[in-house]
């Protein structure tokens, strides 16, 4: 799967000329040539409905282990989150869906056509009031209420961080048990969109990673986001579930259209290995692969660059997808067998996840390790508009890093 | 920038003295109370107990019973005792960490629950400790917390401002946050068809928050059965309400929501004016109100606040001695015939016997077990693997 050879040289000559100076527009085809050929997408119904972790949610059939007979739809990424948040609303008369704009299908439409569906009184627009709307969602689920917000972008969410550390994160634990918020739901559009710039191209995980009372989810794909977000809104804690916006339209898979769910706090194995674990989230999943293919078949370009000796080196490729809490175990035991570690966010390198990541592997795996963890990450600046492709760890440089990791 | 102050404070003082009235001594009785104790007799607020802003002001008339006036003496008299054993819990170096006294304020808490139903919500900031007691939790109960033991409301792990009962959600301990808490609260009850509304208070310091103003505009956006309360005891921590709002009318700036300024020293005003309120969003279903309760507190901000450094020790003292709540109830009592100084005197000792015995239980309660570190953080059976203890080596496994 990993090795298939479907990159001509094209794409990634002009892959590589769009990470230099020249003035030219990037191709029609979008940021991610990657991701319209990308293995990891589940392009046909047998490998949807083999997804690792799925767990039908029937109403009446306890058989719920078959997959026989299922029936699945192409969808892009938003199309799954609209048919999850139709799910919920459909299954629990008690969840309402609110954010800016939202009534009308959102700026990403990940609401379409859901206030025609169920009324304006369950899916509806708030002002534009961050710090409100996470107030507002954490009294309804303090009454039980299943509330499911949205944050029009992740780079929005700073006026709610107070809502959501304070009182969302800590109430159960305040009250002694009394009191808790676990219908509370944070959808947000998060991650790099090419041009998004300071205020609309953040990943700001990271900050909530200390706050333990709260989960965060981050999905890859339009199969992870329908059953992740169901996990998420049933959870009975609060979730912060972060949509990677560049991936709304450009990830398509077939996904089915029944009720399921998807573990949380839980990492999927996307490729096994044994020479280097990859871990990432998210968009970089996308560019992580393109690197896997860049190491093992480099482009005369970039040939000279990578010693043959690493070519055919097997690299694990980790998608983390819960980031609080995170899954330790997994990593842990996938480093425990490579000996190496690359991980991979689009968020600033200082206090990232992947320090705190780091930070417990070489604890847990010290006398495993034959390199030092390497994180390729965004950098220590605000994501700029004109540079944002330098922000963003792009498959050179983690392919790049991986060659540095192999050959320590 | 003094100077300045100074000038706007001359300036307002005329306007003040046409304003609300603060006494708690003001109400007169109006026909004799009947011998019976349950039987309603009438009594007449001040005409200045009240200044409305875009409706109407509520009848001064007032129909209370003997019953009710001890009733609510004791609650004040008790809930005072409450907090000043806190407050010597707290020298003693028993209490730690945050603690914030609503002596003064008496009038505001035991009005307010006179004026609700159990099934109506409230939730409140930092000052607390009376609501909790209240709305259906116990002295012990908030004593036990402030001390940290077993036996305190969160079972010691929440501490002063974080107790809660079912219908009570709690103190909170950032300035304005609770707010909007409480318009979600009051928006669940209305879809849920229920014929309740949900009280959230705050402060006239927290009235500066930009999240309060967006609580605002949502309830009346949506016309929310959400009451929002602010007790103005006129200092925000230690700034006096003038020298931090340029309007210090709370009532008036809910901008479309319409406000009502009370007495807050009187507990018969103050009772008026939440039935007021809660006719106004539950039987007339007219949305959000805003309700300033003037009051007044004696102690300073927190336990770490002497409370003497931004007002001078005489306005404290006069405020005591003139406007005192508790006094001004007591006023009404023997003055009316509802009672003589020695019953009342009885219930002083009833509730001093009461707060002691509390805190003794509480005294002797243990402290949380250790394992509830880590226990409520998640729910149970959804937590992380692990989770990183006191020290190094700690780390608990779930």
Redesign the interface.
Known sequence: MLVSRRLTSHPLVSFIRRNSTAAEPPPAGGHLPSIATSQILRSTRERALRTPGLVWNDDEDTNSIVSVGRECRKMNVYQAVRDALSIALTKND?A?VFGEDIAFGGVFRCTMGLAEEFGR?RVFN??L?E??I????????????T?IAEIQFADYIYPAF??LV??AAK??????????V?GLTIRTPTMSVGHGGLYHSQSPEGFFMGA??L?IVIPRSPIQAKGLLLSSIR???PVIFMEPKILYRSAIEQVPIDDFSLP??RAETLVSGADLTLLTWGTPIYHCETALHLLADPPPELAPHIPESVRKAKIELIDLRSI???D??AVAESVSRTGRLVIVHEAGMTAGVGAEIASEVQKRCFLRLAAPVKRVTGWDTPVPLQYEKFYIPDAIRIMDSIVETLSY | MASLARLRVSRRLPQLARGIQTSADTTQLQDAPPSESSQPFTVKLHEDSFRAHNCDKPELDVQVSKDQLLGWYKQMQTMRRMEMAADALYKAKLIRGFCHLAIGQEAVSVGLEAGITPED?V?TAYRCHPFAVLRGGSIKGVIGELLGRQV????????SM?I???SF??G???VG?Q???????????K??EKDTATFALYGDGASNQ??VF??F??AK?WNLPCVFVCENNKYGMGTSAERSSSNTEYFTRGDKIPGLQVNGMDIIATKQAVEYARQWTVAEKKGPLLLEFVTYRYGGHSMSDPGTTYRTREEVQRMRSTQDPIRGLQRYIEEWGVASEQELKQLDKEAKATVDAAVEEAKASPEPLVKDLW?????KG??????RGREREEIHHY
Request: hydrophobic letters at 35%; a negative charge; charged letters at 15%.
């Open positions: 008690n309402v009184e708030t002002p009031t710090q409100g996470a107030g507002f969602a954490i009294g309804m689920a303090a009454m039980g209420h509330a107070d809502q304070n009182e109430i159960r634990y305040r009250s002694g048990g009394q009191f808790n676990g333990s009372g989960k959870d009975p804690n949380l706090g609080l809490p995170w330790a175990e | 919500r939730i305190g409301m969160s079972h010691g792990k929440g501490g974080h809660f009962t079912p959600f709690g909170n301990g950032i946050a707010v909007p808490v409480g318009a979600g609260i009051a928006f669940a009850q879809y849920l930009g999240q967006e609580a505009n949502m956006l226990t409520d953080i998640y729910y959804t937590e992380p693997p692990f989770m």
